[in-house]
């Protein structure tokens, strides 16, 4: 069976907010899975290709909580295509998505809702773009949708329904996520301020009564809510606090010091929020890393596992955490060359964002050198290339 083998890593990030950190330097790949961290000399002399990591550090691929895809790797928006091999780049090596809400004349009614979201789910199941895995096709709540729906696209394998807009009649929105909740899918509630002409503004009271699964984008999506909203809602309920690249930074400095008064770091999921008006952003899990690592007290690494672990938790994606048995989608991240940080944790908590070396999905290099960010510090070479 060929197997890979990584060698000679610096810091390795498990996935896990509750142990960051791996004692461990090496990890064996085998088809395509975590066979072994750390595994032993006679493992790793058996495996076909071994890679040294020359120092740098091995993290889970990261998981964007928060874009919005729309088919393929088009954004209409922006009207541009490659946007996902462009944060693939970046690191990124799974997405969920909140919502194909961009596809022009996006469909309003039951049958169009549906519809959109079950070709999503497939065609990105179907066809990862550029090998990343997206959960892609959440279905985009409208009145009218009867249980039945619920059922059906859940059975066509859509994973998640958001809350975008007004349901007028409020017993509607609520036994809509019941029906969710019921079969199996998974309740994301837009948070904060009106981001597209027909989004409402919501607020503590009205997200409450829903009682979702995910508060997207707690943080704004741009603006956010009132910030004693926002803190109610991570004091007083025990949702996933989905914090986004493209909200309100100073709403971010509050909720972690709540979330770490709360020790509830496994509530939190971390996302772009993109592509959207706001523009695409390869470099955009990177830099949220960064931004929370140098401002906050979060330690960079445990913020790395809200990136990884606790997304896939949350989600069921196989990968996202450096274990065995799980997708070996990885990154080898290192400081950027120039900075003054040592080490790609110590970029992060310098406010330099480390770069990117290397990005594997399944266990195959997908990335040989990352083509978005500048260099970084160290490189890795092949002690054996089967
Ligand atoms: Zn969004």
């Known amino acids: 069976m060929p197997a890979t083998a990584i060698v000679n890593v610096g810091a390795m ?8 950190l791996h004692r461990a330097s090496s990890v064996l790949i085998e088809d395509g899975r975590i066979a072994a961290v750390g595994p032993d000399d006679a493992a790793v002399a058996r495996a076909t290709t071994v890679i040294d990591a020359n120092g740098m550090t ?11 895809p729309a088919i393929g790797e088009f954004t209409p928006r922006l009207n541009t295509v490659g946007w996902i091999e462009s944060y693939l780049n970046g690191g990124i090596t799974s997405m969920v998505s909140t919502g194909e809400l961009h596809v022009p004349g996006r469909p309003r009614d039951p049958a169009g809702v549906k519809a959109l979201a079950i070709l999503a789910a497939k065609s990105y199941r179907n066809a990862p773009p550029s ?15 009867v ?45 904060g301020g009106t981001s597209l002409p027909d989004v409402p503004t919501t607020t503590a009271k009205t997200i409450m009564e829903i009682e979702p699964d995910v508060l997207a984008h707690l943080n704004g999506g741009p603006t956010s809510l009132s910030f004693d909203d926002i803190d109610l809602l991570i004091r ?16 971010v400095l509050q909720m972690v010091k ?51 672990g606790n997304t896939a938790r949350v989600y069921g994606f196989d990968t996202g955490f450096i274990a065995p048995g799980r997708a070996a989608d990885l ?8 900075s003054y940080a ?41 002690v054996r290339k089967g």
């Open 331 to 338: 990154a080898l991240i290192d400081a950027a060359r120039g």
């Open 258 to 308: 709540t979330i770490l008064e709360l020790d509830a770091l496994e509530r939190v999921v971390l996302g772009t929020d993109s592509p959207t008006g706001n523009g695409m952003e390869p470099l955009g899990m990177l830099h949220l890393l960064t931004f929370l690592a140098s401002c906050t007290a979060l330690p960079a690494e445990v913020a790395v596992c809200m990136a990884t």
């Open 13 to 20: 990030i498990s996935g896990d907010v509750r142990a960051p």
């Open 342 to 382: 040592p080490d790609a944790l110590g970029g992060f908590a310098l406010g330099d964002s480390p770069s990117v070396a290397m990005v594997m999905i399944n266990g195959e290099i997908v990335v040989a050198r990352s083509k978005m960010t500048v260099p970084t510090q160290r490189f890795y070479r092949f």
């Open 131 to 145: 090998g990343v895995k997206m959960m892609g096709g959440t279905l985009i709540l409208e009145p009218g949708l």
């Open 147 to 191: 249980e039945a729906d619920f059922a059906e696209v859940a059975a066509h394998g859509v994973k998640a329904v958001k809350f975008i807009q007004e349901i007028a009649d409020r017993a509607e929105a609520i036994q809509f996520s019941r029906w969710a909740k019921k079969h199996g899918l998974k309740v994301l509630i837009h948070c």
């Open 236 to 251: 007083q309920t025990p949702w996933i606090i989905d914090l986004v690249r493209f909200g309100n930074p100073r709403a």
């Open 58 to 68: 091995l993290i889970p691929g990261l998981i964007d909580s928060h874009t919005h």
